[in-house]
């Protein structure tokens, strides 16, 4: 509802600046792909590497106790046959453990890489606005927007955005 409410703001905001700016007939409005920023800027570059460095060991343990209940289910519907009756209630009771345990290993790990990728992108869309509001000042537009259905390439200043978040590594 606050989201909707400041889209609204926005919005009204928009119309009022272009409606003044066209009396002057010099409004300057500049467009900036938020998605672009997270892929190519280096600051989210740099994001992404740590990351992926803070998260593969887990991550590869993750896929080795994967193989290791395939592998599991595999031998016991193979062997099933031939195993006693408390022997595979023992070996699908020893399953079901192990596919608990990594169920939530595996929910505990999205949930962890998720807080971790929202604080990483955080600090990217920080920097990012810094060097935005930066970039407004400096070459005095009247509206930068973000995130939009559709806008004019001549309008895009995100490379501008990409080099101010080089240049300030």
Sequence with gaps: MLKAKSLVLASLLAVGLVTEAAASDQLKIGFVNTQRIFRDAPAAVKAAKKLE???????????????????????????AVTMSESERRAKEREFGELSREFQRKQREFREDLNLRQNEE???????????????????????????????????????KVIKALTDTK
């Design 53 to 79: 460095a803070e998260f593969s060991k887990r991550d590869q343990d993750l896929q080795r106790m994967a193989k290791q209940l395939q592998g599991m289910q595999e031998k016991l519907e193979k062997d």
């Design 121 to 159: 992108n955080a600090a990217v869309i920080d920097k990012a606005n810094k060097a935005i509001k930066q970039i407004a000042e400096s070459e005095k537009y009247d509206l930068i927007v973000q995130d939009v259905v559709y806008f004019s390439p001549r309008l895009d200043i995100t490379d």
